[in-house]
């Protein structure tokens, strides 16, 4: 049974830096894509990026390449979305989503809110 | 980038209605186009890829339809649990989302 588990809430000041693991059980890592999409309050889906468990490579929006790094841990199954340079904007909840291929994401994880405040 | 525009962005529908979503691409995206379902708290649930591809499990009163620029989510006959927000997304040249439509009971 596939689980992608996220980490916890997060609470951190304009210009700290944020990083939200995504945990997977239940199937082989390596073999899939991971994306991470973020939703603000209230607003639409935004896509950040994704990583290639398998080789670690990676693709970023652009809007946001220079301040985000996806990273990945083989040997416990995890990725890592880290997010420099935090605003008020970068508010959202967070969601790590494994990529299935031409059919799209089958499993998300569970969301991990972000909040960014003085 | 790829600019994705849905539309509308909300409408109001009676169950047992069609309803008709559209989402228009900046550029020429081929088939690349999926349609996602979103409820309040929860994480989308994609309902259609390649633009008119069904997703396992998924109901037969979702359909999706064009390629190129134009791209229509149809929903034939309306269900209570249908009430959410759709999204369309492009994947031709990495993921855009269109902002989305809310669906809302009449």
């Known amino acids: 049974q596939v689980h992608l588990v996220q980490s916890g809430t997060e609470v951190k000041k304009p210009g700290a830096s944020v990083k939200v693991s995504c945990r997977a059980s239940?199937?082989?890592?390596?073999?899939?894509?991971m994306h991470w999409v973020r939703q603000a309050p209230g607003r639409g889906l935004e896509w950040m990026g994704i990583i290639n468990p398998n080789t670690s490579g990676t693709s970023y929006a652009q809007n946001l390449q220079d301040r985000l790094t996806m990273t990945r841990d083989t040997s416990t199954s995890i990725v890592y979305m880290e997010l420099s340079s935090l605003r008020s904007e970068d508010t959202a909840v967070y969601y790590c989503?494994?990529?299935?291929?031409?059919?799209?994401?089958?499993?998300w994880g569970q969301g991990t809110l972000v909040t960014v405040s003085s | 980038d790829i600019q994705m525009t849905q539309s509308p962005s909300s409408l109001s529908a009676s169950v047992g209605d069609r309803v008709t979503i559209t989402c228009r691409a900046s550029q020429n995206i081929d088939n690349q186009l999926y349609w996602y379902q979103q409820k309040p708290g929860k994480a989308p649930k994609v309902l259609i890829y390649?633009?008119?591809s069904l997703r396992s499990g998924v109901p037969s009163r979702f359909s999706g339809s064009g390629s190129g620029t134009d791209f229509t989510l149809t929903i034939s006959s309306l269900q209570p649990e249908d009430f959410a927000t759709y999204y369309c997304q492009q994947s031709y040249t990495s993921w855009t989302f269109g902002q989305g439509t809310r669906v809302e009971i009449k």
């Open positions: 989503a494994r990529d299935l291929g031409a059919p799209g994401v089958d499993y």
């Open positions: 239940g199937y082989t890592f390596s073999n899939y894509y």
């Open positions: 390649a633009a008119s």
